[in-house]
């Protein structure tokens, strides 16, 4: 039998496509792209793309890799299902990702999926309720195989009509790892660097970040990057101000620019970067941003002088004094 199985990249979907690999299932492997994948934080795109690629060499099967990026940018803006604790609608992200798993599988001619989920190790999406619904929603009911809880879930078709040995799949579930490291160990599998996979909408500081650019302007993946890095500072309903926070995030910064922002960097001092985002036109929101920047800089007791620059033609200095830090409280988004 054929079929589709969800790889991101980390510890469960590797074993997953390993135990199916040895029952002589042949395996399709996708990968969806999400701009809020913690699996690879190093990577500019946020993707776990590289770690997909990865497992599936190792396993000797194909790779599809989809990007649902902007696809994904609607369902948070207003999620069918909700959020979780924070900003994660995971209920609809995997409906989105079971979705593309159902469009993949008939077009490679595949049976049915498979996906590395425990039951009860995440407490929205991975409930016996919950997979029933998504799997509802994405039109797989029964068609999706779960090798590593198997055992402590109604048998899949794919099980019921002896496609593959339900006897050999496991009964794992909960929060704990211990018997996927256990069981990794035993198939020689050393190197996975998401073992729990991750999503950056569960976290609650970026969480906040994304609340108050969704409050002021439509999402883009553009800003998105921008919320990952540096110390971020609402200046206005309109001016939006991030700060490096070390040598690396000034430089991604200064690659993140826009034609219309305002780049501001410190003269003859060590200090952050920082992009200054929105209808930053008048001299007060410059020097604001001007004095938030002087506030890092290491002589941050003294006047420094900050170049703001737009472009080669539009640029200005501002020597002033740096905020105290109650000043950069009102300032601060988090």
């Known amino acids: 039998m054929k079929a589709i199985v969800l790889v991101s990249g980390g510890l469960d979907s590797t074993l997953a496509a390993r135990l199916m690999k ?11 792209i999400s701009p809020f994948c913690l699996c690879n934080h190093k990577k ?11 497992v599936s060499q190792g396993l000797g099967i194909r790779l599809i890799s989809v990007n649902t990026s902007f696809e994904f940018l609607e369902i948070v803006k207003k999620p069918k299902f909700g959020y979780g604790s924070h900003m994660n609608p995971c209920l609809d992200c995997r409906i989105l990702l079971f979705k593309k798993a159902k469009e993949a599988m008939l077009k490679e001619g595949a049976s049915f999926v498979i ?3 425990v039951l009860g190790q995440r407490p929205m999406s991975q409930r016996k309720e919950a997979m029933r619904l998504i799997e509802k929603e994405a039109g797989l009911e029964g068609l999706v195989v779960r090798p590593l809880c ?33 069981l990794a160990l035993e198939m020689g599998i050393n190197d996975y660097p998401c073992p729990s996979g991750g999503c950056l909408l569960t976290d609650p500081e970026f969480s906040r970040r994304l609340k108050d650019l969704m409050r002021y302007s439509e999402l883009n993946l553009s800003d998105i990057q921008l919320l990952k890095i540096g110390r ?49 036109e008048g001299s007060s929101v410059l020097e604001s941003a001007s004095r938030i920047v002087a506030r890092y800089c290491d002589a941050a007791t003294g006047p420094a002088e900050i170049l703001c620059q737009r472009s080669v033609l539009q640029e200005y200095k501002f020597i002033v004094s740096p905020y105290k830090e109650e000043e950069i409280e009102a300032y601060r988004i988090n």
């Open 115 to 117: 996906t590395g989920e």
């Open 22 to 32: 040895d029952l002589a299932v042949e395996l399709v492997a996708l990968n969806t």
């Open 44 to 54: 500019d795109d946020g993707s776990c793309t590289h770690e997909a690629a990865r």
């Open 232 to 280: 971020h500072f609402r200046l206005s309903p309109e001016v939006k101000l991030v700060l490096g926070r070390n040598e690396s995030e000034n430089n991604r910064l200064e690659a993140l620019k826009q034609e219309n922002d305002f780049f501001l960097q410190p003269k003859d001092l060590a200090g952050p970067s920082g992009i200054l985002r929105g209808q930053a």
């Open 150 to 182: 198997a055992k402590v879930l109604e048998p899949a078709i794919p099980e019921k009509m002896g496609w593959i040995d339900r006897e050999k799949l496991l009964a794992i579930s909960g929060r704990g790892r211990r018997e996927q490291m256990d």
